[in-house]
Structure formats: C-alpha cells, structure tokens
C-alpha cells in the first residue's frame, strides 16, 4: 500500500527536527569555529583515508568549491594535512591529521555520553529498535540514489537519440 503524503511529510519533518535537535544540543564548542558541515567533511575524510578533495566532494555530494573552502579552513585550524598523491605527483591527497582524529575521539565520545543521558529511560530493546529503523530509512535512500544515478545516464541517451 505504501505510506501516505501526510506520513511521509511528518517523517521528513522529524527528520529535519531531530537533526537540528542534535546539532544544537550535542555540539562541541570547536565544532562552532568551523564551517556548516565541517564536521561531517571531517568525519567522511577519515572513513575514506587519504584521496582527492574532488572525489570526497563527490563522495559527501557536495560542489567542488564548497569542499575547498572545507579542506582550507581544515587545513588552515590542523585538522587536515595535504600531501602529494603519490600516484600523480601532480594531484594533492587530503587526510585527517592526529590532530583531527583527536577532535573527532572528543566530538564521537561526547555525543554518546550526551545521547546516552537522553535516552536514560529508554530500554535497549527500544534503542536497538529506533537504530535498525534509521538504518533501514538510510538504506532504503541509499538504494533510491543509486537506481536514480544508474537511469540518468540511460535517459539521457534516450533523449540524445530521439533529437535526431
């Protein structure tokens, strides 16, 4: 049957809700010197390890542009170290400094803590509960990006041969 508008409009807004939720009640005060996002750029960098600024870009799904004034101020406050790509001397690779991965064992470490006194009442079972449903919602968005990526090209092809 599939779920109604109205459900589907009141999980988008929960989603939106509970994100601005965590970001004003679990931030750490260094994450406020940074841009939006930076943190999260942070946190995608480590788990890719060292690459290009382009294909993490590509990666989070961000613009070119945006990354590089991500990487810069990184870079710039030591949380980021660019180096050669050994590979192509004429490219930079990027990755999270010590300092960095410091930062993010403090920011990881104060969440739970901070996540763990909200859901004090809650039960395991819950909790494990509400993490398979985040999981599947994830996934299942995952799946509907990909499929959309996989028929872009497909549709474009189409529409170059039906101009002829």
């Known amino acids: ?89 004429r490219a930079i690779r990027v990755e999270v400094s010590p300092t960095g991965h410091e930062l993010l064992g403090r920011i990881r470490e104060s969440r739970v803590r901070g996540v763990q006194e909200v859901l004090a009442d809650w039960s395991q079972t819950d909790a494990e509960h509400a993490c398979y449903i985040m999981h599947k919602l994830r996934s299942d968005l995952i799946a509907r990006d990909s499929r959309s990526a996989a028929a872009a090209p497909q549709k474009n092809s189409e529409e170059r041969r039906n101009a002829h």
């Open 1 to 89: 049957m599939g779920v109604s508008p109205d459900t589907a409009q009141n999980l988008l807004d929960e989603l939106f809700l509970i994100s601005r939720a965590l970001r004003r009640t679990l931030a750490q005060p260094e994450e406020s010197s940074l841009l939006p996002g930076g943190i999260s750029v942070l946190v995608n960098l480590e788990s890719a390890g060292p690459c290009r600024q382009v294909d993490l870009a590509a990666q989070i799904g961000i613009s070119a542009s945006a990354m590089s004034r991500h990487i810069t101020e990184l870079v710039t406050d030591g949380y980021v170290l660019r180096n050669a790509d050994p590979d192509d001397g």
